[in-house]
């Protein structure tokens, strides 16, 4: 807490004009993103650089963010996210997928195929909601699963619109392990194959995560915390003669839970 005169009000905590909320709160919840987004860990320079706030009112928020665990501050005198988040991230995540199952339902019942709902957490993306097709042979990735972006057709989604600087950085921390002999392994390769998505609209997985199987993918627009849908099947099943008459049905489902996610977000 500040230590200057109780009769003096802090600025921050004033609501912000137009929006009805909390200045200081805004702020601390913007800092946070802002250290997501740089990896979960900074310094206050970074931050001071990055939001365009002075020192004195980042250490601030900063020192409030630790005490509720929502920040640590390492020995090194940077910061990282704090364990506390971990939670409300659990929750949340569990909560989005609820949401999206009636989505991927449909694509199941259209496609005839396994449905999964991903995130970007981090540098990995993390599978929060599936709907299992029907068929006896079928794909199945449990729901809390973790991979790296760069062998499925979720991380391809995710990261087509992320700046080619951003995206090399995220490979240099995770490396380009192969996990088949289809899979993507240089960074220049990932990010042809990006452009890719950006031209045609969706992003395919082509025994890249796993031999025999295939996967179509499409970003949900404009969604509160980026996400991809995809269907994923036998190779044999989702073939390319079938991808253009699976993707009109992909972009219209994310469209449609894009709608729906945003009305659960406050205005």
């Not at 600025?11 to 979960?40: C, H, I, W, Y």
């Not at 860990?41 to 939001?51: D, I, W």
């Not at 097709?133 to 062998?151: D, N």
């Not at 087509?160 to 993507?184: C, F, N, S, Y």
Request: include cysteine.
């Amino acid at each position: 807490m500040p230590t200057s005169s109780a009769s003096t009000t802090d600025a921050s905590a004033k609501p912000t004009a137009g929006s009805g909320g909390v200045q200081s709160l805004e702020r601390a919840f913007d800092l946070l993103e802002r250290m997501a987004d740089a990896g979960g860990e900074v310094g206050l320079s970074e931050l001071s650089t990055a939001s365009g706030l002075p020192l004195p009112t980042i250490h601030r928020l900063m020192r409030t963010l630790v005490a509720c665990g929502y920040v640590r501050q390492q020995p090194n005198r940077r910061y990282s996210l704090g364990p506390r988040l971990i939670r409300l991230g659990e929750s949340a995540s569990r909560l989005l997928g609820t949401w999206a199952r009636p989505y991927l339902a449909r694509l199941v019942e259209e496609t005839g195929e396994t449905a999964n709902m991903a995130l970007l957490d981090g540098d990995e993306i993390v599978y929060v909601a599936q709907v299992p097709s029907k068929h006896s042979m079928r794909m199945f990735t449990e729901v809390g699963r973790r991979v790296l972006p760069h062998s499925t057709g979720v991380g391809k989604a995710l990261l087509a619109h992320t700046p080619a600087d951003e995206v090399r950085a995220l490979l240099a921390r995770t490396g380009m392990p192969a996990a088949t002999e289809k899979t993507i392994t240089t960074p220049e390769g990932f990010l042809e194959a990006l452009e890719q998505v950006r031209k045609l609209g969706y992003a395919v997985d082509d025994n890249e995560q796993e031999i025999g199987v295939r996967c179509l993918a499409v970003s949900v627009p404009d969604s509160p915390t980026a996400a991809a849908i995809s269907i994923s099947g036998p190779a044999g099943r989702v073939t390319e003669d079938l991808t253009p008459s699976i993707v009109p049905i992909l972009q219209n489902v994310a469209a449609e839970l894009s709608v729906a996610l945003q009305s659960q977000s406050p205005a």
